[in-house]
């Protein structure tokens, strides 16, 4: 669970960085609003798994 945590935060980290770089975004707000936004995901999906796992024990 905790590498898929990490996956989920980077690729939205990557494709909020690449929207920075591609639209000059000053401040980087993409790459902030979009790694935010995936800790947020991360975080929905593990709160889910744990939830399935205690469901079937």
């Known amino acids: 669970m905790p590498f898929q945590m990490g996956v989920t935060i980077y690729a939205f980290y990557w494709v909020g960085s690449w929207l920075d770089g591609k639209y000059q975004v000053e401040g980087e707000w993409w790459m902030k609003g979009l790694t935010m936004l995936g800790v947020l995901v991360s975080m929905?999906?593990?709160?889910?798994?744990?939830?399935?796992?205690?469901?079937?024990?």
Request: aromatic share 22%; charged share 20%; hydrophobic share 30%.
């Open 44 to 57: 929905y999906q593990f709160i889910r798994q744990v939830n399935y796992i205690n469901k079937n024990e």
